[in-house]
């Protein structure tokens, strides 16, 4: 009887025993197999989302001074050259009017096409010298632009425009608008202290 009480007992602590040991293990184990995996995808330079942040954050590279004026931050020098030739309003009525610009564009890297837009990632606004912010058209997004490498030419972003600007606004504070060559090569183009020239020719 004793003994049969005992061997009871022991398949009783062997069924509730080793569960909590088991559950803690586990979770140990999935703690390193997390750590591993952050490890292995910081050196690979981080998920999808991360990469797409890291390529957001490379519009942090040099103002350079343009010819019409202002100054112009290429997030991906390395792979193109681009220079500001204007900023140029449109009236759409009396007061109001769109506002695009215009390009100088030379490849670098061996592409044939690059991309400009907006989206959530690549927010599109525009700051007037009074503080007045406007967004871009509602239709906007990613636009395919074809290039040549090691040759200048001029490139009118007509795709993606500034829309229900006041035409008394006649400096461009600041501006940021998307610029893609590949995935990984994304980011924001910063304009400063554009004049903008209303009504036009390009």
């Known amino acids: 009887m004793r003994i049969r009480m005992f061997v009871m007992a022991c398949v009783a602590m062997l069924a509730l025993g080793p569960a909590p040991a088991h559950a803690q293990g586990l979770g140990g184990l999935l703690k390193k197999g997390k750590k591993a995996l952050e490890k292995v995808s910081g050196s690979l330079g981080g998920s999808k989302g991360n990469r797409q942040g890291a390529a957001v954050q490379r519009s942090n590279g040099t103002d ?22 204007g900023a140029y309003g449109k009236s759409t009525s009396e007061n109001y009017g769109t506002v ?6 030379k490849m670098i890297a061996n592409k044939t096409n690059i991309r400009f837009g907006v989206n959530s990632e690549c927010p599109g606004l525009m700051i007037d010298q009074d503080g007045n912010t406007y967004k871009t058209q509602e239709s906007a997004g990613w636009y395919d632009y ?15 425009w500034f829309a229900d ?23 924001l183009i910063i304009l400063k202290n554009v004049p903008i020239q209303w009504d036009v020719e390009q």
């Open 64 to 85: 350079v001074e343009q010819p019409c004026g202002g100054t112009l931050r290429n997030p991906i020098a390395q792979i193109i050259d681009v220079q500001l030739i």
């Open 100 to 105: 695009s610009l215009l390009f100088k564009v």
């Open 146 to 160: 074809s290039v040549t490498e090691g040759v200048y030419m001029k490139l009118p972003v007509t795709k993606t």
């Open 165 to 187: 600007v006041k035409k008394t606004a006649t400096t461009i504070q600041q501006l940021q608008i998307g610029i893609s060559a590949s995935y990984d090569d994304t980011g």
